[in-house]
């Protein structure tokens, strides 16, 4: 199993900043992809960005050249998302997820809100 614990939402203004931070716990050596999803309310859950144990990412349309997805050097289990120039349509419910050989895994989501 593995075990995800997220932290860093929040309410912010249009234009700030936050960072999320996601850390994995368990049978971390069989995770190969962590990334981020959202849910804004009465949508689908969608992906936001994700990073693969080789480094590569990938991101949203929508957020690319605004949120950036890296990884702790020391400790590959822990991932960020840094959001920059939030906009009031990134309100959403962020999960952290872990695609393992083990299976796939969520965090139990924290709330991002963008609102003047």
């Known amino acids: 199993q593995v075990q995800l614990v997220e932290s860093g939402g929040g309410l912010v203004q249009p234009g700030g900043s936050l960072r999320l931070s996601c850390a994995a716990s368990?049978?971390?050596?069989?995770?190969?992809?962590m990334g981020w999803y959202r849910q804004a309310p009465g949508k689908q859950r969608e992906l936001v960005a994700d990073v693969s144990v080789g480094g590569s990412t990938n991101y949203a349309d929508s957020v690319k050249g605004r949120f950036t997805i890296s990884r702790d050097n020391a400790k590959n289990t822990v991932v960020y998302l840094q959001m920059n120039s939030l906009k009031p349509e990134d309100t959403a419910v962020y999960y952290c997820?872990?695609?393992?050989?083990?299976?796939?895994?969520w965090g139990q989501g924290t709330q991002v809100t963008v609102s003047s």
């Open positions: 368990g049978r971390i050596f069989s995770i190969y992809v």
């Open positions: 997820n872990a695609a393992s050989a083990m299976g796939n895994y």
